[in-house]
């Protein structure tokens, strides 16, 4: 019964193309909004959704509050109408938070906050505030076609990644980490017990070729890489969810026994499971924008989070969602 709970892709409902007119992605061309976010590819599509539903201080349901750039697209983005120059697309998490620090830097105002699938990884100062809103999964995923194990343990996954198992099934094993900036590049390597700069030799991103989210980067049948479970689902979902369908031949593996969705969600009981959160500039706490946007559990992104066109994204709710306890400097 666990073998078949295993999630496994099926041709697209929609291609990339017939999705181009109405995908959630950046703003269209010309249109400017209160709040401009940029950063991780894991709550890149969701925060899209969820912008729709957030409404500006005017109070308009046609004035959207939030402008989310996505993670890949043109080379570079400009987010407001006048006194912004266009700036380079951050793609992930670590990238998204180096913009708004270099923005902050700059007194631009041209960045309000990153989405980040990873806490902050300096803590000397308290300049940033991670301001969680989603319960994110992270297993790993192989090829459908493909003769390794789509149940591990997490210690076979460690394994793997320490280049301490090499073969499994007779097949050679190439395990892939995200792009450098990625955030869910830091997250699996900490789960894996790595650090960046010293990395076994079997661990690749290809040269940064390998996008997270992505299964189209599984291209040998020996491939193995980190997913976050609400990506899969929200591509899976694409008829739904106006996303692009990027999971190729990629299928998401068991962990410990545990299946990775439940009910056509994450399973809040995976092993591995980390919350999602939108950085701010600590100073601006206090703004109203950021509070109606961001802060409390009655503010829009917590309140929208809940509602059903969102739970197709595949995300649990972040028990804390809302709060402003987390603080660092990057």
Not at 72 to 81: E, H, M
Request: net charge positive; aromatic share 6%.
């Amino acid at each position: 019964m666990r073998r078949a709970a295993v999630i496994v892709a099926g041709t697209a409902l929609l291609g990339a193309t017939a999705l181009s007119n109405t995908a959630l992605a950046d703003p269209a061309k010309g249109e400017y909004r209160q709040l401009v976010g940029v950063g991780s590819d894991t709550t890149q599509d969701v925060t899209n959704k969820l912008g729709r539903l957030s409404v500006d201080s005017n109070g308009s349901p046609d004035k959207q509050l939030i402008a989310s750039y996505d993670a890949t697209g043109t080379a570079t983005i400009k987010t407001r109408k006048t006194g912004c120059a266009d700036i380079a697309r951050p793609n992930g998490s670590s990238a998204g938070i180096t913009a708004l620090i270099n923005d902050i830097a700059a007194k631009a105002k041209c960045v309000d906050f990153a989405r980040s699938s990873r806490g902050p990884q300096d803590t000397t100062t308290m300049d940033l505030t991670w301001i969680p809103f989603a319960k994110d999964g992270v297993t790993f995923a192989v090829r459908s076609d493909s003769a390794l194990p789509k149940s591990l343990t997490k210690t076979q996954l460690i394994k793997i990644y320490n280049c301490q198992t090499r073969k499994l099934n007779g097949v050679t094993i190439t395990p892939l980490i995200p792009q450098a900036g990625s955030g869910t590049r830091s997250f699996w390597l900490k789960q894996m017990g790595l650090v960046e700069g010293s990395l076994p030799s079997c661990v690749t991103d290809r040269g940064g070729a390998v996008e997270e989210h992505d299964g189209r980067a599984l291209t040998g049948k020996g491939d193995i890489m980190p997913f976050s479970i609400p990506q899969y689902i929200s591509q899976q979902n694409t008829a739904k969810t106006k996303v692009t369908d990027r999971r190729g031949k990629a299928v998401l593996g068991e962990l410990d026994g545990h299946v990775p969705t439940f009910n056509g969600s994450l399973n809040l009981k995976f092993p591995i499971t980390r919350d999602v959160y939108n950085v701010v500039k600590t100073s601006r706490l206090t703004s109203t924008v950021i509070k109606s946007a961001f802060i409390g559990k009655n503010s829009q992104i917590c309140v929208n989070v809940l509602k059903a066109e969102v739970r197709e994204f595949g995300f649990g709710k972040a028990a804390n969602c809302g709060t402003t306890v987390l603080k660092g400097k990057s």
